[in-house]
Every structure is written in C-alpha cells, then in structure tokens.
C-alpha cells in the first residue's frame, strides 16, 4: 500500500529565506510525486510533480522541488519565500506498481507555512 | 480554459435531510474523482470514474452516499440522510487518463449539517 507523510504541520519563515517543506513517501513500485497548494476556500493547485529522470523538478511561482530515491523524500523548495507563499501544502503519491489501487493518489495531511514579513 | 466547475459553493441543511453536488470537469478529462476533505486535513478519496464507469468506490458510504457520471462528462454525488459528522468540503478533481497526469481541483463545495 502507498503512504505519504508530511511531518510538520506547520512551517514559519520569514520573507525572504528560504522556504522548505518536507514529504515522505511509502510505495511497492515507482512512485509519481506531486505536491499541491491551498489557499483558503480555494480548491487544490497544481505546482509541480517527479515522473521520471532529473531528481530536481521546477514548478509553478517559483517552486522546485528533490525526488531523493535511497531516502524515499520529496522536499517542497523555494529560494526566497514571500508572503503571499502563505497556503496550505500538500504531496501526494502514485504508486505505479500497486495492482489494487492503480491510480489512486494518497494526499499527505498538509503543511501549513506562514510567511511573514 | 475553463477549470472544474462545481456547485453549490456552500450547502447548509439539516441532518436526515438529502444533498447534492454537481461537478463539470475539464473537457477532454474522461477521469474524474470525488474527494471529502475535513478542515486542516488532505482529501481523501471517495470515488473515481473512468468515463462512465466507478473503477474506485472502496472508500465511498454506499448506505448513504451515491455518485453517477451519466454519459462519461458530468457527475453528481448524493447524500441521503446527510448526519452531522459529513460536514466537511467535497471536492472534485479530473485529468487525462492512462498516464501520470496531475488532477485539477474545483473549488469545493463546503457542507454544513446541522
């Protein structure tokens, strides 16, 4: 079965520094990867997601993030974070070699990051 | 293009009472998945349509809760008696099938039950 875990529910930096939100994930095949912003009353937003290849992924508004493979991680990055980062995050996984659940996303249960000025 | 459109936005009724929501996915999207999202917590999955058909209902209250994607484009989803404990934000999200495609979200439909 595939699992994802986002351990910090919340992350504070200030604006300016660098911002980092971190992902693990758990899957019997390869795993696609995905994270996701919310902003209040608004429904999930795409920014980026690891297929294959480079480990490095760029997104959306400036975001990238690290598909690190030995330590099974998916790491949310931003440079510079500014205020308007402040939202609701999240990662999810596809396992590719589940056969009973092909698919299916498992969405973490969020970060929350607050940047301040 | 347009996104996933869903309404009502929000929903108030009492408990016992039916509720619906409706979902229109981006054209082209033949997958379609409805979500329940409590506050401060990641969507989890109710349902999933491949065009027409439910390929993943594991997760749905099939005693109180229905979906129908009618001619593989449009879905409703249905409670009936809605209970106190199914406020929450249903969410509907499509993309482009067979492959590892990202999902796009409409903007939900927030449910109160009182």
């Known amino acids: 079965a595939q699992s994802v875990a986002q351990p910090e529910d919340q992350v504070n930096v200030a604006e300016g520094n660098p911002l980092t939100v971190k992902c693990t994930y758990s899957?019997?095949?390869?795993?696609?990867l995905f994270w996701y912003v919310q902003y209040p009353n608004r429904g999930l937003q795409f920014l980026l997601k690891?297929?294959?290849?480079?480990?490095l992924v760029k997104g959306s508004y400036g975001f990238e993030a690290e598909f690190n493979k030995s330590q099974t991680s998916f790491h949310l990055k931003k440079p510079s974070a500014l205020v308007s980062d402040s939202a609701l995050y999240f990662c999810?996984?596809?396992?590719?070699?589940?056969?009973?659940?092909?698919?299916?996303?498992?969405f973490g249960a969020g970060t929350q990051v607050v940047v301040t000025p | 293009e347009a996104g996933v459109v869903q309404s009502p936005r929000y929903k108030i009724i009492e408990k016992k009472q039916p509720v619906a929501f409706w979902c229109n996915p981006i054209s082209g999207h033949n997958t379609l998945y409805w979500y329940l999202q409590n506050l401060g917590q990641g969507p989890e999955l109710l349902i999933r349509?491949?065009?027409?058909?439910?390929?993943?209902d594991s997760q749905l209250p099939k005693d109180r809760f229905s979906a129908e994607r009618l001619k593989g484009v449009d879905s409703t989803l249905k409670i009936q008696p809605a209970e106190l404990g199914d406020s929450a934000v249903y969410l509907c999200?499509?993309?482009?099938?067979?492959?590892?495609?990202?999902?796009?979200f409409g903007p939900g439909t927030r449910l109160t039950v009182t």
């Open positions: 349509y491949e065009n027409e058909e439910a390929v993943d």
């Open positions: 999810a996984v596809r396992d590719e070699g589940a056969t009973d659940s092909w698919g299916k996303f498992q």
């Open positions: 899957v019997s095949g390869n795993p696609y």
């Open positions: 999200a499509s993309s482009l099938s067979q492959g590892p495609y990202e999902q796009y």
């Open positions: 690891y297929i294959t290849g480079d480990n």
